[in-house]
Every structure is written in structure tokens, then in C-alpha cells.
């Protein structure tokens, strides 16, 4: 389900079936790299509206978490954990965070159900190989997500 | 002389003028009553589109999952959708296109990829199931059929159209 009034609608009519939400980690940064850090919003945002689409009953997509490069990682840590706690207290089993900013991998251990998956320039692909690429990543997505379902 | 001429001129600019801004005016009323007359055709047609999926001879017995684009309008955002369809062909020879979206709440099945439930159609979400030909096993989650897409065939190939629900029960 997407963040929008019709989706989430649905979710609070059918909020025992919802248990999941996919939080996209995106970063922002206007100074050098910004061409590479636009990507990795890019690429984060296209395979976690796909990852929605196809898991939708149970998903909620969430608004993705911004923050500035340049700050310090300790900061969006903690702004992060209250958003968690957030989603915990209102009954949420599973939080991913999913992103392509490597500096999150640095403290994977700590964050739980992180997702790391590596940009690439999809806007140089042609369509056939980008949809392969896309699919491909969204696809280790889902299983991440269903396998810890089956648990 | 010529001044008399530059009048009529002038007159003449004024009248193409406001008559060029009436036109416009009476366009303007006028669009959204041609648009609602002419609307549901279009629709209709939009509706009908079919688009080819395969070759039909290549439809085996087994589903197989094949992906196409459609056009779509959601608001006022237009985009591309990817659609999926399980194609095969039943006992008697007829074909069918499954819509992969569970009747429950909507996410995306698979054919045949739960080890201990073979030959089913199954939901990665909530454990729901349908039977080959997409009726939902009793007992899952799953209130309805899968839906159908329209199929026509012609010169070889397989066209696939809007799907059909089967309603609930
Ligand atoms: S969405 Fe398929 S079983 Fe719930």
C-alpha cells in the first residue's frame, strides 16, 4: 500500500494483515557527488514502489527518510529509531530500511533489517536491461521480505 | 481617402479581433459539452484495446507467466503499467489469461512455487491459493477467483484486454 488516503484507507479496515512497512533511506547532498547521490534516490525509490506493487496486501510503502550527506550518520540514527519505535508501537512486525547510500552498511548491525543495494546509472541502460536490472533487484527484495514471513 | 480606408481597416482588425476572442469564448463553453458527448466512446475504446501477448502457438498446457505494457491514467498521471498474465491452454483447448492479483488485498501471485501445495497458484502475502484455472481454495484468504483477461486471437496472435472479475462467494 502507498502512503495515500485511498491505500491507507484499506489498511485501517485490514490492519491485521498489514504488518510490514518498506522505509526507503534517501540521501541528499548539492555539493560534489550530487549526480551519484540523485541515483541513489532514484534507484532506491523504482525498486521499492515495485517491491510495493507486487507485495501490496501486506506492505506499506513508506515516505522516505531524507537526510543530508554531510551530516553526521549519528544524527539520522536517532531521528530514525523514533521513527521505527513509531511504527512498532502502532503494531508493525517487520520494518525494512532500504537504501543505496553505503554509509549505512557501516552500521548494519545496529539498524536490523537493512537492505543495501548498489546504484547504478539506470538512465544509461537501455529498457530491456534496465527492466531486467530493476526486476532482478526487486526480486532479492522480495525475498528478503517473504522469507522472514515464513518464519 | 486614406484615412477613410485606415478606418475600415481598423474596424475590420477590431471585428476579426472579438470575433477571434468570441470564437475562443464559445470554444471554451463549448469543449466540455463535446467532451462529455465524446467521452464514453472514447472510453470505450480505451476499454476494448487489446494488446499482443504471444504467439499462440506457443501456449502450453503449463501457465506461463508473461509480462506486457499498458497505457494507464491514474488522475492526471499518465504512465506505462507493467501487467503480468498466467497463459495456458485447459484440457478442452481453450485458452486462458489469469490476472495475477489476489483477491484478498492484492498482491502479486506465483504459479506452482510452494513446495508443499504443487500446481496452485499461490500468495506470497497471506497464504492464499487458487487452483490452476484461479478458483480460490476454501480455507485461504483469498474471496474470489482470480480475474480473467479478455483474450482474442488473430494472425497467430495471442491479444489480451481489460480483466474480468469473477466476483466473490
Ligand atoms: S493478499 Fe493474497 S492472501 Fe492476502
Request: include cysteine; aromatic fraction near 10%.
Amino acid at each position: 500500500m502507498k502512503w495515500r488516503a485511498k491505500d491507507i484507507e484499506r489498511y485501517l479496515t485490514e490492519k491485521s494483515f498489514i504488518d510490514t512497512v518498506l522505509l526507503p533511506l534517501i540521501p541528499i547532498q548539492w555539493e560534489e557527488a550530487m549526480l551519484h547521490t540523485v541515483r541513489e534516490g532514484e534507484f532506491i525509490q523504482i525498486v521499492s514502489a515495485e517491491a510495493e506493487r507486487q507485495l501490496t496486501g501486506r506492505v506499506i510503502l513508506h515516505p522516505a527518510f531524507t537526510y543530508l550527506k554531510a551530516e553526521p550518520l549519528e544524527e539520522h540514527c536517532k531521528r530514525l529509531e523514533k521513527w521505527k519505535q513509531q511504527l512498532i508501537n502502532n503494531g508493525f512486525k517487520f520494518v525494512y530500511f532500504v537504501t543505496s547510500d553505503v554509509q549505512w552498511k557501516t552500521i548494519e548491525d545496529r539498524i536490523e533489517q537493512l537492505i543495501w543495494m548498489p546504484a547504478v546509472p539506470l538512465e544509461h541502460m537501455n529498457d530491456r536491461h534496465r527492466g531486467d536490472f530493476i526486476e532482478e533487484n526487486v526480486g532479492s527484495i522480495m525475498k528478503i521480505i517473504t522469507s522472514q514471513w515464513k518464519l | 481617402m486614406s484615412k477613410k480606408e485606415h478606418d475600415v481597416s481598423r474596424r475590420q482588425f477590431l471585428n476579426y479581433t472579438l470575433m477571434g476572442v468570441g470564437g475562443f469564448m464559445a470554444a471554451g463553453i463549448m469543449s466540455p459539452l463535446v467532451r462529455f458527448a465524446v467521452d464514453p466512446l472514447l472510453k470505450g475504446k480505451e476499454g476494448a484495446k487489446m494488446v499482443p501477448v504471444m504467439d499462440v502457438k506457443d501456449i502450453t498446457n503449463e501457465p506461463q507467466n508473461k509480462k506486457f505494457t499498458v497505457k494507464k491514467v491514474d488522475g492526471w498521471h499518465k504512465f506505462d503499467e507493467q501487467q503480468i498474465a498466467y497463459i495456458f491452454k485447459k484440457k478442452n483447448g481453450d485458452i486462458l489469461a489469469l490476472s495475477p492479483i489476489c483477491t484478498h488485498l492484492g498482491c502479486t501471485v506465483a504459479w506452482n512455487d510452494d513446495p508443499s501445495h504443487p500446481n496452485q497458484f499461490h500468495c506470497p502475502c497471506h497464504g492464499g491459493r487458487y487452483t490452476k484455472t484461479g478458483i480460490n481454495i476454501p480455507g485461504t484468504p483469498p474471496p474470489a477467483p482470480l480475474g480473467v483477461y479478455k483474450t482474442q486471437v488473430k494472425d497467430g496472435k495471442l491479444y489480451l484486454g481489460e480483466v474480468i472479475s469473477r466476483g466473490g462467494s
